[in-house]
């Protein structure tokens, strides 16, 4: 089974700030990693999918980069909504598994 | 708009059986896979089961294989999570998918629209 894991756990950050998260699989997934965003008491939204394609209406300063193991999303002005939970999410097993990572939680500095 | 509503979330005792609907409207339902996820109260997301947009082929995360079953209905554009002999870490919110692929790459670049999720409790 691909193990997924991120760091941080959590990172506080002010607003304007650049903030990168990454994400790391147990073994090469090419590009095949999604990144969502969760929001307290919401379902999860789709930011990227194939490690940098924006999902349609996802502002522009979310990014997203890497393949084989490693990966990173990029926020680089960080905004009051975008405070939330971040999971990475490999999708390279289908249709047989798509496990996602622990989560990076954004919070206020 | 795409809009996926589950229901079905209730409290029930360890071994009991139960199931799940998703109501989908704002799309072609017959064209994607659909997916089930689910998320422990505090906890990070797993993802549950996939069937195929014609629904010929299911597939189901270990942890669940043999107890669950996933189906579609095309007639009443809804997907079904059928849960048997549930235990208390199946305990939790339950959220459909929509795969963000048509055809037959289903899940290759992720799930594009959810639900709200329903609330599934076990406990004695």
């Known amino acids: 089974d691909i193990q997924m894991t991120q760091s941080p756990s959590s990172l506080s950050a002010s607003v304007g700030d650049r903030v990168t998260i990454t994400c790391r699989a147990s073994?090469?997934?090419?590009?095949?990693l999604n990144w969502y965003q969760q929001k307290p008491g919401k379902a999860p939204k789709l930011l990227i999918f194939?490690?940098?394609t924006l999902q349609s209406g996802v502002p522009s300063r979310f990014s997203g980069s890497g393949s084989g193991t490693d990966f990173t999303l990029t926020i680089s002005s960080l905004q009051p909504e975008d405070f939330a939970t971040y999971y990475c999410?490999?999708?390279?097993?289908?249709?047989?598994?798509?496990?996602f990572g622990p989560g990076t939680k954004v919070d206020i500095k | 708009e795409v809009q996926l509503v589950e229901s079905g979330g209730v409290v029930v005792q360890p071994g009991d059986s139960l199931r799940l609907s998703c109501a989908a409207s704002?799309?072609?339902?017959?064209?994607?896979?659909m997916h089930w996820v689910r998320q422990a109260p505090g906890q990070g997301l797993e993802w549950v089961s996939l069937?195929?947009?014609?629904?010929?082929?299911?597939y189901y995360a270990d942890s669940v294989k043999g107890r669950f079953t996933i189906s579609r209905d095309t007639s009443k554009d809804s997907l079904y999570l059928q849960m048997n002999n549930l235990r208390a870490e199946d305990t939790g919110l339950y959220f459909c998918?929509?795969?963000?692929?048509?055809?037959?790459?289903?899940?290759?670049?992720?799930?594009?629209?959810w639900g709200q999720g329903t609330l599934v409790t076990v406990s004695s």
């Open positions: 998918a929509k795969d963000n692929n048509s055809g037959e790459s289903s899940g290759y670049y992720g799930f594009d629209y």
């Open positions: 194939a490690a940098s």
């Open positions: 999410q490999q999708s390279y097993n289908t249709p047989r598994g798509f496990t």
């Open positions: 069937i195929s947009w014609d629904g010929r082929s299911t």
């Open positions: 704002g799309f072609t339902f017959d064209d994607y896979g």
């Open positions: 073994q090469s997934i090419s590009r095949y």
